[in-house]
């Protein structure tokens, strides 16, 4: 049973930059698709990118200019960098799991909040 | 994008009755297609994949079907812990894209 748990800040200022952490149990990040995803009131759920294989990253366009991910395969870990963040980016950021690229979210984490303020 | 549009936003129900939530897509995304339960404070979880393909674990009241760009979920018979709120979310682009999600209710 794979688990996921997401960690960072959940307060960040305007224009400075994201960083979330979701550590993996019971599943290798050298295989399926591994993704960000985040909720807002105002956009509902936006899918934000994957890792797969650790060596192909697929970003979301609306995002692509802002957001970068890692993997750490020896921390069995990936992460989210989001730079130049407005109050748009406020959200709850889930990391997540899908089998092969068309299966679905299967794992979840527990998400995070994450709030823009000054 | 692939625009998804779910119908309807929200629904009351009781226990036992039927329900059916429709996605549509703007594009055909052959079977692509996956449905979620969220409860409050919790993460999405998947009920249903490939359109029709129950995730494991998940009760077999729940059930999906439609291709191209018309789908739907059905709960066969509502019970108590079915009030939540149902999204579908495509698979077919790898730009993913989600309903905006229908609310069901306690009548």
């Known amino acids: 049973q794979v688990q996921l748990q997401e960690s960072g800040p959940g307060l960040v200022k305007p224009s400075e930059t994201l960083s979330l952490t979701c550590v993996v149990s019971?599943?290798?990040?050298?295989?399926?698709?591994w993704s960000w995803i985040r909720q807002s009131p105002g956009k509902g759920l936006e899918w934000i990118g994957y890792?797969?294989?650790?060596?192909?990253?697929n970003y979301n366009p609306s995002l692509k200019s802002r957001v970068t991910f890692s993997v750490d395969t020896s921390k069995n870990q990936f992460s989210l960098n989001l730079t130049s963040v407005t109050a748009a980016d406020a959200a709850i950021y889930y990391c997540a799991k899908a089998r092969f690229r068309n299966s679905g979210f299967d794992s979840w984490g527990q998400g995070t909040l994450v709030t823009v303020s000054s | 994008d692939i625009q998804m549009t779910q119908s309807p936003s929200s629904l009351s129900a009781s226990v036992g009755d039927r329900v059916t939530i429709t996605c549509r897509t703007s594009?055909?995304?052959?079977?692509?297609l996956n449905w979620y339960q969220q409860k409050p404070g919790k993460a999405p979880k998947l009920l249903i994949y490939a359109a029709s393909t129950l995730q494991s674990g998940v009760p077999s009241r729940f059930s999906g079907s439609g291709s191209g760009t018309d789908f739907s979920l059905t709960i066969s018979s509502l019970e108590p812990e079915d009030f939540a709120t149902y999204y579908c979310?495509?698979?077919?682009?790898?730009?993913?894209?989600f309903g905006q999600g229908t609310k069901v209710e306690i009548k």
């Open positions: 890792s797969y294989y650790t060596t192909t990253i």
């Open positions: 979310q495509q698979s077919d682009n790898t730009l993913y894209t």
């Open positions: 019971g599943g290798s990040l050298s295989s399926y698709y």
């Open positions: 594009q055909y995304i052959n079977s692509y």
